[in-house]
Structure formats: C-alpha cells, structure tokens
C-alpha cells in the first residue's frame, strides 16, 4: 500500500505542475493583451492631447474678444450720440 501511494505522489506533482504553468501561460497573455490596450491608449490619449493643443491655439482669447466688443460698444455709442 505504501507503494502505490509513493507512486501517485510524483504523478500528482507533475499534474500540479502542469496547472500551475498553463495558469502562468494565460496570465502572461492575460497581462501582454493589457500591456497593448495601455499602449493604445496612450496613442491614443496623446492624439487627442495634441488636438486640444492645436485647437487651443486656433482660438480667440476671451478677454481680446471682451476688449474689442467693449470697444465696438463705444464707438456705435459715441456715434449715435454725434448724430444726435
């Protein structure tokens, strides 16, 4: 009887082995696919950074087209009083 459990044993060890490297393998895949999907959207998130720079730098600042609507304001004011 001590013989059949002596043989058992090394085949459950190399059983256990077996699941603990098939289970290493798919974390490995597991974390390889992840690794990609952070890389993509790092391309992805600086693609849009380099958008919102570009249209930050395309527009008018607000306070410019404050001054210049204030300024308008004045000058139609002033000239309708003059034509009074």
Known sequence: ???AD???IP?????LRRS???GFATTRGDLALLLQRADQ???TLSEHEDRLD???RSRWPLPSLAAITSC???AVTLWQAGGR
């Open 6 to 8: 002596t043989g058992s």
């Open 1 to 3: 009887m001590a013989g």
């Open 72 to 74: 308008t304001a004045l």
């Open 54 to 56: 570009a249209l930050e």
């Open 41 to 43: 959207t790092d391309k």
């Open 11 to 15: 085949l459950e060890l190399e059983r």
């Open 20 to 22: 603990v490297d098939v």
